[in-house]
């Protein structure tokens, strides 16, 4: 047996042939997670990913740790049972924009709320790939696809806010451009004790190519993105030149030209109202002088997780009961003999 | 309350002898004897026709305040039903009653071996006669017509003889004849929204072999029999569920004994009940999940995750009048179609049935040592009738139950000797398990075809035929591995064999029994394995002229029967989700004899 803590990247890869399409967003988010889970240093055998169906979910035959590749939104029910069933095991949802908030919405947002310990990647990609480019729960409205030529009719869901509104315990964005950030974050969630909610930006170069450009590419990035750090001021852009700062409710972008650090916003993860004010920032016209779109941790709480509540009710039964004696289960409070 | 019980018993006795079996209640209304002065009650004595219970044992008892069921609990039959009124059961009249501590015997245990049924009668008539403009005291009198409607429809009765009735009597006082019958009527629905489940199992009490007896319901044995078969088989209960009539029980029952270890889990619906329980059955644990046919349609996609994934998986049916919402309080066994057949591709699982309360609970020890042993997802199917009635039952000794048996991997095998193929077989066909936490067996499963052996992903034509065949032939060979099919009564050659499933065997025996005795050639059997046939039910078959297969249902067992054996079976079905009475089984083997 191999010391959990002299792994590296490679030993979590199997001996599958990864098969997503050339140039797919998934391949890096596969490399930062065998990446993070070397370096958590946990056993292998004690490390289960759990997906439901599309491309992100062929994720869990590329880690060599246990695995279940499940059926279409339901991965996060599964996981429920197995963290449920299995409090010390690692477990780690894969799941996509369609998987998890169109066919699996429901099991979302109840996972979110149950607060298992666990951690959900979130592929977005804003498309179906494995079905060949229908427009998905989180497509922008008038999005042209195969099944809207005309443009989706859909408002689009904001995944972040959705996971605030389900009383998630940990949200935070992340993109698969961004590795650095990307293992930063993976590391947060694998920390955090209750759900953990990575939404990654995942670019489908097939059927939505180009989705998260404005995030990415080198011209734009610096003006739409802010990283957001615990206790640290917003500032961004190419040079520093701007900042975010809070009026009454309302966030706004001022000059560093006219504004000192001590002015501006603070992040601070433990504010759910900020955290609201952070998951609303989406609206996508930051190069005219909107808002840029958060990346990093906007919301952690510390709240009891639902395996741990279980396991107390279980030893509490038992403290009171005493341990179940199956012969007076059998028999009951009241008996009579036949002669 | 004399009026009530008197129109209760007109109400019966207009139906007569028609609807037999089911508890068809001549009645006998007496006042109650010894309750606490100026409190008043009712009770009601209920004997059925087919079959004969002591006279002084009572049925059903109404209990308007804590008074009454103190002074009449003690002649009510063990699985009686109590009707509480919860309003008599405040402090006040617990004091009046003269109960010891301040703890309603509603909320003790003391109530264990019964039927209780609470409802709050005095603020729902209240509630119904709001806008009636009649004083309280009035209103308070018309509180006995929300039990009689209550009653009425628990016993499937029409409200007409009683609305007659009141319409004459209070021809005078229209506003008093309008109150009853508002209220009659409020009892009336209140059973139907409630999902009160009506028909309900009675077995003799009489004559049973000695021995130490309990009461038990068959949702209660079902769920005693999975803790104790998870214990028998060293795994940890896991029970995902979503609350739906006529199985909600079971998970009320579980969720009593985590003192035993057990886990229930209620879901946010039935696709995640049955998911959860996957999960936990791939995390180790023995993963159960229950629900009636509307649910057991949503669950059928992850029944077919659990087929390829080959893992111990107990769902559970307590079947309903169907097809979609159907008749939720009535009882039927039309979804053993749907247990077969009811997934996408070819997906056999194991069937295993209940044919009577106590029953539920072999029934279930059997099928999850099926599922455990054979690392398939298995199917226990009982029904409403069943599930709600109750029986005297012999209970077994838990060191009588043998043990069940895990086919774990070996991760020391596996490090010393070669790579772990998941779904390498044995003999049986049956795959090791491998759970997180073993050393060296990591490894990943799902719903994409699988290659033999290795269980990699594979779209191979060759390899995704010999797959569904082992999957088949997996069901196929357990036959080998369940006790052979014996006949319950009569001679093992004759003129007509009565072959049934699942809760008509109370009504099949009594039939059978009778006819016997009347010098016919008789005989009955009755199929606890439904997928794999035990092997020997064709010959079985083969030695009767006739057969004879009564379901509550338009024809499902003697269609499976027919078709894999061509036996040339007879059907005879009811489908007004009532059980069959026995005179018209007795009948129907007549016109074949």
């Known amino acids: 047996m191999q010391n959990p803590t002299t792994y590296t990247a490679k030993d979590f890869a199997t001996d599958q042939d990864v098969r997503w399409c050339p140039g797919c967003g998934d391949y890096s988010i596969l490399k930062q997670m065998q990446s993070t889970m070397a370096e958590a240093g946990i056993n292998k055998k004690d490390i289960v990913f759990v997906s439901g169906i599309g491309c992100s979910s062929r994720f869990p035959y590329y880690m060599d740790t246990y695995g279940i590749h499940s059926i279409h939104g339901r991965a996060t029910a599964m996981a429920s049972g197995l963290k449920a069933a299995r409090p010390d095991l690692s477990v780690w949802v894969i799941t996509g924009d369609g998987d998890s908030l169109s066919i699996g919405g429901n099991h979302l947002i109840h996972l979110l709320r149950r607060n298992f310990d666990l951690n959900v990647l979130l592929f977005n990609n804003e498309i179906y790939g494995l079905t060949k480019g229908q427009y998905s729960p989180t497509s922008p409205k008038g999005q042209v696809t195969k099944s809207t030529p005309m443009g989706s009719l859909d408002h689009p869901f904001n995944p972040q806010a959705l996971a605030l509104g389900a009383d998630a315990t940990f949200v935070a964005r992340t993109m698969d451009r961004d590795p650095k950030h990307m293992r930063e974050i993976l590391a947060a969630g694998n920390a955090h004790k209750g759900t953990s909610l990575i939404e990654i930006y995942q670019n489908c170069n097939v059927f939505n190519d180009g989705a998260f450009e404005v995030f990415t590419d080198k011209a734009t990035k610096a003006k739409s993105t802010i990283t957001i750090r615990e206790g640290e001021p917003m500032i961004y852009g190419a040079d520093s030149e701007f900042g975010i700062r809070l009026n009454g409710m309302k966030a706004e972008v001022v000059s560093m030209n006219d504004c000192s650090a001590d002015d501006l916003w603070i992040h601070d993860s433990s504010d759910r109202m900020k955290a609201t004010i952070l998951s609303r920032m989406f609206d996508n016209n930051a190069l005219e002088g909107g808002l840029p779109r958060p990346f990093g941790i906007l919301y952690q709480e510390d709240r009891f997780r639902y395996e741990d509540a279980m396991k107390a009710q279980l030893e509490h039964a038992i403290s009171v009961k005493g341990d179940g004696d199956l012969d007076a289960l059998i028999q009951g409070s009241h008996t009579w003999t036949v002669d | 309350m004399q009026l009530t019980g008197s129109l209760f018993t007109d109400t019966n006795a207009h139906y007569g002898n028609d609807i037999s079996t089911f508890p068809n209640f001549p009645a006998e209304i007496r006042a109650p ?50 009707i509480a009124n919860t309003a008599g059961f405040d402090k006040k009249n617990l004091r009046l009653a003269k109960y010891e501590s301040d703890v309603s015997p509603l909320l003790d245990k003391t109530l264990d071996q019964f039927r209780v049924v609470e409802i709050d009668v005095t603020k729902m008539t209240k509630e119904a006669l709001a806008n009636s403009g009649l004083g309280t005291k009035d209103i308070d009198r018309c509180k006995n017509m929300f039990v009689l409607g209550f009653l009425l429809w628990m016993y499937n009765r029409s409200m007409e003889t009683t609305q007659s009735f009141i319409t004459e009597k209070f021809s005078k006082k229209p506003d008093i004849k309008d109150a009853n019958l508002t209220v009659l009527k409020a009892g009336y629905y209140f059973g139907d929204t409630n999902e009160t489940f009506t028909s309900r199992y009675e077995v003799e009490s009489a004559n049973l072999p000695s021995g130490e007896y309990r009461s038990i319901m068959g949702n209660q044995a079902a769920a005693l029999g999975a803790i104790v078969a998870a214990n028998k088989a060293g795994l940890e209960l896991f029970y995902g569920s979503y609350p739906i009539t006529p199985a909600s029980d079971i998970l009320h029952e579980l969720a009593r004994h985590k003192n035993y270890g057990v886990k ?38 992850a029944m077919g995750l659990a087929v390829m994934l080959e893992i111990p998986l107990l769902i559970i049916n307590v079947q309903r ?11 039927e066994q039309s979804d053993l179609m749907q247990a077969m057949y009811g997934r996408n591709g070819e997906a056999p699982l194991v069937i295993v049935s209940a044919s009577h309360p106590s029953d539920c609970f072999d029934a279930m020890v059997e099928a999850v040592r099926i599922t455990v042993e054979h ?30 048996t895990p086919r774990w991997a070996d991760p020391e095998k596996s490090l010393s000797d070669e790579t772990y193929f998941p779904f390498r077989r044995n003999e049986k066909l049956v795959r090791e398990w491998a759970i997180p936490g073993m050393e060296n067996l990591q490894h990943r499963v799902g719903g994409l075809e699988k290659e033999n052996e290795t269980g990699n992903v594979s779209y191979d034509p060759d390899n995704h035929e010999l797959m569904v065949k082992i999957r088949q032939e997996k069901v196929d060979l357990i036959a080998n591995h369940i006790p052979a099919q014996e006949i319950a009564q009569g001679d093992e050659s004759g003129s007509v064999l009565v072959l049934g499933w699942g809760s008509t065997y109370g009504a099949i025996r009594t039939a059978v029994r009778d006819l016997i005795k009347d010098g016919h ?73």
């Open chain 2, 33 to 82: 004897q010894g309750t606490v002065a100026g409190v008043s009650g009712f009770k009601l004595h209920f004997a059925s026709v087919d079959i004969f219970t002591p006279g002084d044992e009572v049925e059903v008892l109404v209990a308007m305040n804590a008074a009454a069921l103190k002074a009449n609990v003690s002649q009510l039959k063990k699985g009686g039903t109590i």
């Open chain 2, 264 to 301: 229930t889990f209620q879901a946010e619906d039935e696709i995640a009940a049955i998911c959860a329980s996957i999960g936990a059955s791939f995390g180790g644990s023995l993963g159960m999940t229950a629900s009636s046919g509307p649910g057991i349609a949503l669950k059928g996609e």
């Open chain 2, 321 to 331: 009048g169907g097809p979609s919402t159907g008749l939720p309080t009535k009882t």
């Open chain 2, 375 to 404: 690392m398939i997802p298995a199917m226990f199917m009982s029904d409403g009738f069943i599930a709600n009635g109750s029986e005297p039952w012999s209970f077994p000794k838990a060191a009588d139950i043998s043990s069940i």
């Open chain 2, 521 to 593: 050639k008789v005989s009955q059997a009755h199929v606890r394995y439904l997928n794999p046939f035990p092997k020997n039910l064709e010959e079985l078959m083969s030695k009767f002229d006739r057969v004879l297969i009564p379901e509550i249902n338009n024809g499902q067992l003697v269609h499976l029967i027919n078709a894999k054996y061509g036996t040339g079976a007879v059907p005879f079905n009811k489908i007004q989700g009532m059980p069959f009475t026995s005179r018209e089984i007795k009948e129907q083997i007549k016109e074949l004899i």
